[in-house]
């Protein structure tokens, strides 16, 4: 997270603006994933998980980026079970994001 903060020019109140952004968003972007995973059209999945994969980048959340990277590979080789899989992971990790990112008001 460092290294967005950097970019943002050390401005830690835009920072925590963007990460407040970022956690309203990850609940939409999950849903719409699991609704692209359901109809199980692998390329619309494979760009739903690559938006969530930029926003996590942006972020700067690079566990979670991780988690994604391996989703979005998973989708490009047709891989839906996995990534099935994989998004147990990749929703306990957001939900450990938004409740740090929540704290943040307090």
Request: hydrophobic residues 40%.
């Given at each position: 997270?460092?290294?967005?903060?950097?970019?943002?020019?050390?401005?830690?109140?835009?920072?925590?603006?963007?990460?407040?952004?970022?956690?309203?968003?990850?609940?939409?972007?999950?849903?719409?994933?699991?609704?692209?995973?359901?109809?199980?059209?692998?390329?619309?999945?494979?760009?739903?998980?690559?938006k969530?994969?930029?926003?996590?980048?942006?972020a700067?959340?690079?566990g979670?980026?991780?988690?994604?990277?391996?989703?979005?590979?998973?989708?490009?080789?047709?891989?839906?079970?996995?990534?099935?899989?994989?998004?147990?992971?990749?929703?306990?990790?957001?939900?450990?994001?938004?409740?740090?990112?929540?704290?943040?008001?307090?």
């Amino acid at each position: 997270m460092d290294d967005t903060l950097q970019r943002l020019g050390d401005d830690q109140q835009l920072f925590y603006q963007v990460l407040r952004w970022f956690a309203a968003d990850l609940p939409n972007t999950l849903a719409g994933i699991e609704t692209c995973l359901v109809s199980g059209d692998a390329q619309k999945t494979r760009e739903a998980v690559h938006k969530l994969k930029g926003s996590a980048a942006n972020a700067g959340a690079t566990g979670l980026h991780a988690m994604v990277v391996e989703a979005e590979q998973l989708c490009k080789a047709n891989e839906l079970a996995k990534v099935k899989t994989r998004m147990v992971s990749v929703r306990q990790e957001i939900n450990q994001i938004i409740t740090l990112i929540e704290q943040l008001d307090d």
